[in-house]
T-cell receptor, first 112, second 112 residues
Framework: DAKTTQPTSMDCAEGRAANLPCNHS???????VYWYRQIHSQGPQYIIH???NNETNEMASLIITEDRKSSTLILPHATLRDTAVYYC?????????????FGAGTTVTVRA | DAGVIQSPRHEVTEMGQEVTLRCKPI?????LFWYRQTMMRGLELLIY????????DSGMPEDRFSAKMPNASFSTLKIQPSEPRDSAVYFC??????????FGQGTRLTVV
């Protein structure tokens, strides 16, 4: 898997947008960008994924640069319940190999 | 769907005993993952299966660990004999090809 680089931690004010960056400069053409989060004591939760187009769902938006070497996860209106570790992962999406490996992630703290 | 179901939720055992963790993936998912999480090492991928076949077990720490997937609806992770350093939270996840993986609530294992 291509490796990703994320900031170790970041703070965000409640009600404001949280923009979480991720660098994946060695991403291959057949690799998707996935985002997960893990709230304390729970299993990781899938948020969103994309290949090259920007994606949006009820949880977040994913912005992928045109060269695909970086991406940003946007939580449009952060709440205290969004405090969690956020993981950016690149993963192949064809063949028989769907290995999903986690790095250290970004610890996001939403403050009132 | 009830999601990925893991059992037991908590397990306390004595060193040297055999431990078996169980996982029922989401119906229709064809990939299954076993992870271990500790404070020191984060979230580590132990092994994953595709269509019930082990694809990559390079994360299995040693011969004391073994995993099986006898059918599409059940998998086990066995540790024999268990050691105190095996204490961790073990997560099972399942996914449908390249779609997002969904995690169970985990099994917290304590080996004394």
């Amino acid at each position: 898997d291509a490796k990703t680089t994320q900031p170790t931690s970041m703070d965000c004010a409640e009600g404001r947008a949280a923009n979480l960056p991720c660098n994946h400069s060695t991403i291959s053409g057949n690799e998707y960008v996935y985002w997960y989060r893990q709230i304390h004591s729970q299993g990781p939760q899938y948020i969103i994924h994309g290949l090259k187009n920007n994606e949006t769902n009820e949880m977040a938006s994913l912005i992928i640069t045109e060269d695909r070497k970086s991406s940003t996860l946007i939580l449009p209106h952060a709440t205290l319940r969004d405090t969690a570790v956020y993981y950016c992962i690149v993963r192949v999406a064809d063949g028989n190999d769907y290995k999903l490996s986690f790095g250290a992630g970004t610890t996001v703290t939403v403050r009132a | 769907d009830a999601g990925v179901i893991q059992s037991p939720r908590h397990e306390v055992t004595e060193m040297g005993q055999e431990v078996t963790l169980r996982c029922k993936p989401i119906s229709g998912h064809n990939s299954l993952f076993w992870y271990r999480q500790t404070m020191m090492r984060g979230l580590e991928l132990l092994i994953y299966f595709n269509n019930n076949v082990p694809i990559d077990d390079s994360g299995m720490p040693e011969d004391r660990f073994s995993a099986k997937m006898p059918n599409a609806s059940f998998s086990t992770l066995k540790i024999q004999p268990s050691e105190p350093r095996d204490s961790a939270v073990y997560f099972c996840a399942s996914s449908s090809q390249a779609l997002g993986a969904f995690f169970g609530q985990g099994t917290r294992l304590t080996v004394v």
